[in-house]
């Protein structure tokens, strides 16, 4: 199994940046298509963002499209997601989560057809 932990959430201001990183053991981080999801409190979980697993197939959700870059190390095995001009909604809890590249189709935007998931990092965005 692959394991995945997240980092770098924070307390910042409107208009700052954060980066997230999201470092994956266990397997090797080139076998799993990868994704970002948020939620909020009260809210169902929204998708973020999502790559490949060679770089390519970036796709965002509209509300940070950009924004938002997501991109992977796989080297490192650590999958980023730079978060630019933030905003008080993008206030939230942002996991990351991964899909084996040989399991056949899926929808990017569905956190349904993600099979392994990060414990989160909290992102909270207030002046």
């Known amino acids: 199994q692959v394991q995945l932990v997240e980092t770098g959430g924070g307390l910042v201001q409107p208009g700052d940046s954060l980066k997230l990183s999201c470092a994956a053991s266990?397997?090797?981080?080139?076998?799993?298509?990868m994704a970002w999801f948020r939620q909020a409190p009260g809210k169902e979980r929204e998708f973020v963002a999502h790559?490949?697993?060679?770089?390519?197939?970036?796709a965002y959700a509209d509300s940070v499209k950009g924004r938002f870059t997501i991109s992977r190390d796989n080297a490192k095995n650590t999958v980023y997601l730079q978060m630019n001009s933030l905003k008080p909604e993008d206030t939230a809890v942002y996991y990351c989560a991964a899909k084996s590249r040989y399991s056949g189709p899926y929808t990017w935007h569905s956190d349904y057809d993600y099979d392994f998931w990060g414990q989160g990092t909290q992102v909270v965005v207030s002046s």
């Open positions: 790559i490949f697993w060679s770089g390519g197939g970036t």
């Open positions: 266990g397997r090797a981080l080139s076998a799993y298509n």
